[in-house]
Each structure stands twice: as C-alpha cells, then as structure tokens.
C-alpha cells in the first residue's frame, strides 16, 4: 500500500506568503483565538509602535503574537532589556523562535496563557513592566478570561505605565475606561479589517 506524501507547501512559496496561509489556517480552526484572517499590516504595526516611548521602556510584554509581526520589529527597536512574548499557539511560539534574530543584549522569553501574565512576571523576579502591547481579540475571548487579563495588565503595569492594543470595534472601550486614567483612541484604515488603536496610560501613583 502507498504511503501519500504529504506537500510541504512552505518549498514552494516565501516565507510571508507561507506565514500568511499558515495564519489563515488557523483562523478556519480557532477565530476565537486568533481574531483575523490575515497578520497586521505594516500600517497597523507602526500606528501601534508608534505609541511607545522606546528610550524609556527596558521591559516590554506583547500579547498575542501571532507570527511575530510585530515582534521582530519591537526586539530590533528594544536591543536590550527584556522583553516577554505571549502567544496561545504552540506553532506560532515555534515560529517566533526559529526565525527570531534577536539581540543577545535583549533577554527574549516566550509564554503561552496571557492570564499567567502576572504569576510570569513575579517568577522571572520583575515587579513591574513599562509597556504591554496587545494584539489579543477581547470581544472573542470568553468574559470571564478578558477580565482576568485585563485585571494582570494593570496588576503588572508600572506608575504611568502604558498599555497599546488594537480592537475592530468600540466593544471594548468601556472596560479599559474603567481600568485606564487616560484613553486615546486612533484609527487605521490601511489594514484587513481596519482597526482601531487604544493608547491606555495607568494613573500615576497606580
């Protein structure tokens, strides 16, 4: 009996083509934790970086990180300190890690379950962290595992500390007004679908 051989489709097609089928696929499986049929678009991806004020942050999470879109471009700006990564899907996490180049001056983890986040940070012996970057679809998750992320980023924020997520509505709008001191909010329409930008800063003395 013949044994089918199975197609490697990544020997044939480049590596964002590749990246963008693999994306998609599990998109069809589990929309809920993956949030879009394709990855963030390069105009997305600097609307979001955008906001963060690089010469003042030595330790930065990204939650939901997919391919590493925005990952890759978070370390090249970072080149030292920590940085945490965050991504639910093993091949995603397997992905970052082989086609990451990152500086040996930056100490680069990766973590699975975002609403470990705080529990992550105590054993990696930090108090607080100066950023957190989400690409994590809110309005999909369940209730109740929203909440408890939410309530471990600003457990883990510093003072004055900043918190930037995309979102493809205004459904959340509401819980990160009751979580955040200052709100502002952009839009991109240069993405698949376009997406709104939440810049969320921590009261001081939080």
Not at 12 to 26: D, G, L, M, Q, T
Not at 141 to 158: E, H, M, Q, S
Not at 191 to 199: D, L, R, T
Request: charge should be positive.
């Amino acid at each position: 009996m013949l044994k089918r051989n199975k197609l490697s489709l990544n020997k044939y097609i480049s590596p964002k083509v590749y990246e963008k089928f693999i994306f998609f696929k599990k998109f069809i499986y589990a929309p809920s934790k993956i949030g879009s049929v394709t990855p963030s678009s390069k105009y997305l991806m600097y609307a979001m970086l955008n906001k963060v004020s690089w010469n003042e942050c030595d330790s930065i999470v990204e939650l939901g990180a997919g391919t590493g879109v925005f990952t890759y471009k978070i370390a090249e700006k970072m080149k030292s300190g920590r940085l945490l990564v965050f991504e639910i899907d093993e091949n995603f996490r397997s992905m970052i890690k082989t086609n990451g180049n990152f500086d040996k001056k930056l100490k680069v983890t990766l973590h699975s379950n975002a609403e470990d986040l705080s529990a992550t940070i105590e054993s990696l012996g930090l108090q607080k962290v100066d950023c957190i970057l989400s690409s994590l679809p809110f309005t999909a998750l369940p209730r109740k595992t929203a909440d408890n992320i939410l309530d471990g980023i600003t457990k883990c924020l510093k003072s004055d500390g900043k918190f930037v997520a995309y979102q493809y509505s205004h459904a959340m709008r509401k819980e990160f007004e009751k979580r955040f001191g200052s709100i502002k909010i952009s839009f991109v329409l240069r993405n698949i679908p376009p997406a709104f930008v939440y810049e969320c800063i921590l009261p001081k003395n939080y």
